[in-house]
């Protein structure tokens, strides 16, 4: 591999006709997702496999490995070859926030960042009879009342609770945590009125808000959400810069060909564009994003750098 | 009404029709094989719901997830190897039976327990779906807690002769449970800094390991050279002698009463359905006694309540968007995909799709009928043919990529060795298995249940009793375990006085 | 037999339920009660066990195992085939298990034991690597021969 690289390295300057790229990908590529089957993040790479299934003639086997809030998918991928035959899919939460509360085997340099794909907000919401409706109103009711609120969410190592944290933290406000198995679970403990605030995915959450059982005060994006009209966007709330997002990536192992990481980078973002996708995106309350390559190391890092200021502060 | 008819129509044409009759067969097949699950299967056919008729593809989930529940008695019976951790409690009183020469008799229980049990299961779906879905929102973090402390109770029946001995295999299973991320405080417990720790051990690695390693042994040492011959195997049709169907229809309204019970309840799922049902079932006997040493009510109780569960735990996905299993989930994001949004709604959104999954899960129940019986004894128990020093070696490469397929790591086989060689001497030395499992399925349900609920009422204890639901469950665990006691000594009284 | 067989067993169990407590007492807050709890537990359940079995009278023949040979063969082929398989592939491994372990029991069929294990790893085949597409153990001897990868 390398002899050939270095040979093509030196005979080629144009990437696009070099015979390792003509070659790959030649064999069924194996794609790693750290949670179960079902979830958002498995969904969505197994409807995004099937378009590059096609794009590349290739086949893509997928491989679950749940747990640890995604930690133990991303130790094991970590040790795959970087042949360009194993892939990870994951959400950010496994790299950027799990590492805060769990000592994890591996940092963002375990891997080599290929594509984002798509992202969505968070959202916090309450039973239509919360003494609140707007984004200000819903905070100054949580000022008001410390201890008083309960506030479901996706668990340890979830993004869900730094990104309420990071909002409460700068107005001051305390709430307590209830940390869920998932964004269904917490949704049963909200209707059935277990927890007072459904803190999770908007997809989820979004039949409540449209036949009124439930309201939607915020969302944890700088700008508003056009699925959830009522929730208001952090920048207008002047809290712009505590932004908190879900998103989904695909990512490689530490030392994979820049060439392979450029074409893959490529073919995601054709993939990821296509219009069955982005309408299978927005069922999800999802918008498809693409940043590729180095670009994507600099957004994981600068994510990584600001949860860890926020869950230093928490003492998490 | 018109809103089922309206389904049916469509699917009762060739492709659904096709679509389920083959995938229940493989499904009784994926659910035979130790190791393979539904889940994976249904992952995989998932992506196809893309380009496929999606009544087509819904139509295979339904067969799959009905078939596997009824496959895993297959080997459950005839080799004492649980098929899905939802068939353990079949091989308490299935293998018996099988070892005194009617296996054929529990395999045709199983099969027609199962249809029942998911017959009836999918006409709760079909009729008080959304009525049902609401009832699950009265649980929260304490009633979780009850349910599981409920389970545990259920231990009863299986701590054998020593009860000391099964209480000690339970607490061992909770233990086991503990292990990986806590996912309340991201605690790392019993970890030993290894990563593939961190998710906890899997529960199929272990059930793998626990119950199928420890017969294989034993097939070994009885080193059997020849294999049965075709007079020897006896498995042909055994018709039920008149009265037996009778006799088992109050284990089946039970047994379907606490499948769709459980199932409906997000998180709880048909493993403790099947363990539930079993002790309902022989603590309703009159001769509890008999239960472990092949009574056909066991193979009964069992089987109808691991099937009632199925359909039932749709129920919370299709009326309210909250998936309780791995399958659940799996069905809703192939609605999802088809631009349909779970919820409250979804019912009014696509009629025909909804509506003609609910047929799909009735229909393949009864399939279960047709296609159960004929697998059992056509393929599987053909399998016995072979001598048993064949067998050791097919059996083992099955439980390994079963274990292996899992999450694609070496050191799961490692574990599942290990805990194969511990559950073989366990064995030996009177210390039942199923509490173990029992104990690894309850025990994180109960210690996250709990901690919620404490969390809720801000460390409040009493809000554990206070609460209706709680309430009425903690009274019915002390039930639960008071009854056999008491009725136990009242038939000691009694046979004293005759 | 039966009594010395407990004594250990019971021990063993006092040992891993002081070990759990031990390592659960340094847990963090609410997350270390629960197993060290269940730790001491286990330990005086195994104290029950072992004591009731030194005070038992009688000492009934109890037999672990029934064929020791057989036993210790099979369990040794079966922890080398897990060890063969990531290096041999997972294919190669489970042909050379299905055709070494019945002759190590004494089956002496050759024959038989050749096509019963050919049709079985096509039937495992067909299943994990054609219809389920399930990622297994790659083999080292195909691509060795030149026969694809």
């Known amino acids: ?79 795959a070859k970087p042949d360009g035959y194993s892939l990870f899919a994951t959400w950010n939460s496994p790299l950027t926030t799990v590492p805060q509360v769990q000592n994890v085997a591996y940092s963002l340099d375990s891997f080599t960042p290929i594509a984002s794909t798509s992202e969505t907000a968070y959202t916090l919401c309450v039973k239509a009879d919360f003494p609140a409706t707007t984004g200000e109103e819903f905070l100054a009711e949580l000022e008001a009342n410390p201890g008083k609120y309960t506030y479901g969410n996706d668990g340890i190592g979830g993004t869900m609770q730094l990104a309420a944290e990071r909002i409460f933290q700068a107005r001051g406000i305390d709430a307590v945590a209830i940390p869920f ?71 490689g192992p530490k030392g994979l060909d820049p060439e392979i990481v450029t074409m893959l980078a490529d073919t995601i973002e054709k993939a990821v564009n296509e219009p069955s996708y982005v309408e299978f995106l927005k069922t999800k309350g999802e918008v498809p994003n693409v940043v590729k390559g180095d670009a994507l190391g600099e957004r994981l890092q600068s994510e990584y750098d600001g949860l860890a200021e926020v869950s230093k502060a928490l003492g998490l | 009404m018109d809103f089922y008819l309206n389904a049916l129509g469509s699917v009762l044409s060739a492709a659904p029709l096709l679509a389920m009759v083959g995938a229940t067969l493989l499904g009784v097949f994926i659910g035979a094989l130790p190791g393979l699950n539904p889940v994976m299967a249904i992952a995989l056919l998932l992506p196809l719901t893309y380009s496929m008729d999606p009544l087509v593809a819904l139509g295979m989930v339904a067969g799959i997830y009905n078939g596997s529940m009824y496959g895993g008695a297959i080997p459950a019976i005839l080799l004492r190897i649980p098929g899905t951790p939802a068939s353990i409690a079949t091989t308490f009183d299935g293998f018996p039976m099988a070892d005194k020469g009617e296996a054929a008799k529990a395999l045709k229980i199983a099969c027609w327990s199962s249809a029942v049990g998911g017959i009836a299961s999918a006409l709760a779906l079909m009729t008080m779906g959304p009525l049902l ?87 070994a040492e009885k ?79 069992a089987e109808c309540g691991n099937n009632a569960d199925n359909a039932a735990s749709m129920i919370p996905a299709l009326s309210l968007g909250i998936p309780g299993n791995v399958v659940a989930a799996l069905v809703l994001s192939a609605l999802t995909i088809h631009g349909l949004q779970p ?150 009284k009694r046979q004293r006085q005759s | 037999m039966e009594k010395r067989q407990d004594i250990a067993l019971g021990l063993i169990f006092v040992l891993v339920g002081l070990a759990a407590a031990w390592m659960a007492s340094r847990y963090s807050g609410a997350s270390g009660t629960y197993p060290m709890t ?71 069929q050759w024959i038989y034991a050749v096509i019963v294990a050919v049709i079985f790893i096509a039937v495992v085949y067909l299943v994990f690597s054609v219809l389920l597409e399930k990622p297994l153990p790659r083999e080292a001897i195909p691509p060795l021969l030149g026969l694809g990868g």
């Open chain 1, 1 to 79: 591999m390398t002899f050939r690289t270095t040979f093509i390295g030196l005979t080629m300057a144009a990437a696009i006709a070099s015979p390792a790229l003509a070659e790959y990908p030649e064999r069924t590529i194996e794609l790693t997702i750290p949670a179960g089957a079902g979830g958002g993040t498995d969904t969505s790479a197994r409807k995004l496999a099937i378009l590059l299934e096609e794009m590349l003639g290739t086949s893509i086997a997928i491989l679950n490995v749940g747990g640890g809030g995604g930690s133990v998918g991303a130790s094991q991928f970590m040790q």
């Open chain 1, 181 to 251: 198995g998932g964004a269904g679970e917490t949704l049963q403990n909200f209707l059935g009125g277990h927890v007072d605030i459904y803190g999770g995915s908007i997809s989820t959450v979004l039949p409540y808000v449209e036949n009124g059982e439930a309201k939607c005060p915020l969302v944890t994006s700088a700008a508003d959400v056009p699925a959830l009209p009522g929730a208001a966007g952090l920048e207008s709330l002047g809290l712009g810069d505590k932004e908190t997002l879900l998103w989904r990536a695909i990512l």
């Open chain 2, 133 to 219: 879905a609401r009832v699950t929102l009265f649980f929260g973090p304490a009633e979780y807690f009850w349910i599981a402390i409920f389970g545990m109770a259920s231990v009863g029946v299986m701590v054998g002769s020593d009860p000391v001995k099964g209480v000690m295999a339970a607490v061992l299973g909770l233990l086991i449970g503990t292990i990986g991320i806590d996912n309340l405080s991201g605690q790392a417990r019993f970890t030993f800094d290894q990563t593939w720790l961190l998710g906890g051990l899997d529960l199929i690695v272990v059930l793998v390991g626990l119950y199928a390693l420890p017969p294989v042994l034993q097939l």
């Open chain 2, 223 to 301: 080193c059997d050279l020849k294999g049965l011959s075709a007079d020897q195997l006896k498995l042909t049709n055994v018709p039920f002698a008149p009265g037996e169907k009778r006799g088992l229809i109050p284990t089946w309204l039970r047994s379907s009463g606490i499948g769709i019970g459980v199932g409906i309840l997000p998180g709880a799922g048909g493993n403790i359905a099947a363990f539930l049902s079993y002790n309902a079932a022989r603590n309703a006997s009159d001769d509890p006694d008999s239960f472990g040493r092949g009574n056909p009510q066991g193979v009964a109780a």
């Open chain 2, 343 to 492: 919820g409250p709604q979804l019912f009014h959104q696509n009629p025909v799709l909804v509506g003609g999954f609910m047929m799909e899960m009735l229909i393949t129940s009864i399939l279960i009928f047709a296609l159960g019986g004929a697998v059992a004894t056509r393929v599987f128990a053909q399998f016995q043919r072979l001598p048993g020093v064949l067998l050791v070696p097919s059996i083992l490469i099955l439980m390994c990529v079963g274990v292996y397929v899992i999450n694609g790591r070496p050191v799961d086989l490692w574990v599942m060795l290990a805990a194969g060689i511990a559950g073989y001497f366990l064995e030996k030395v009177n210390v039942p298995l199923a509490p173990i499992i029992l104990g690894m399925i309850l025990g994180p349900m109960a210690e996250q249940s709990v901690r919620r609920a404490l969390l809720i009422s801000r460390g409040d204890a009493t809000e554990l009793l206070t609460r209706p639901i709680s309430a009425l469950l903690a009274v019915m665990t002390i039930l639960v375990i008071v009854w056999p006691v008491a009725k136990a000594m009242r038939r000691r």
């Open chain 3, 38 to 108: 269940l730790g001491l537990i286990l330990t005086f359940l195994g104290g029950t066990v072992a004591a009731r079995a030194v005070r038992a009278g009688q000492d009934k023949a109890r037999q672990l195992v029934a064929a020791p040979s057989k036993f210790i063969t099979t369990a040794v082929i079966a922890a080398v085939y897990v060890a063969a398989v990531i290096p041999f592939g997972f294919y190669t491994a489970s042909l050379m298990l299905m055709l070494v372990l019945p002759v190590a029991l004494g089956f002496r």
